[in-house]
């Protein structure tokens, strides 16, 4: 099976490669133990099932709805991480 490598930020990898050492395990098993724990999350169960109806009806205006919030999120969550830089 050919892969494609996951770019993941530097403090993430760093964190990451920390807490596998601690748990004795290696990065990639530490992810797979992870994807498997939100996978049975609930915010994930319904996000999923509404991103596949949606695809299934075709239902363009909410697959555009769902991709517009993720992406009104992600630049929240980086606004803020350039604020905590410049206070730091």
């Not at 109806?53 to 991709?67: E, I, P, R």
């Amino acid at each position: 099976m050919q892969t494609t490598p996951t770019r993941v930020p530097e403090a993430v990898h760093g964190e990451v490669q920390a807490a596998a050492r601690l748990l004795g395990c290696n990065a990639s098993e530490l992810l797979e133990r992870a994807w498997n724990s939100f996978r049975q999350s609930a915010e994930f169960g319904e996000e999923l099932a509404r991103a596949q109806k949606a695809f299934a009806t075709g239902d363009l205006g909410s697959v555009a709805s769902m991709l517009q919030d993720r992406a009104t999120q992600r630049a929240r969550q980086r606004a803020g991480a350039v604020r905590a830089l410049r206070r730091g």
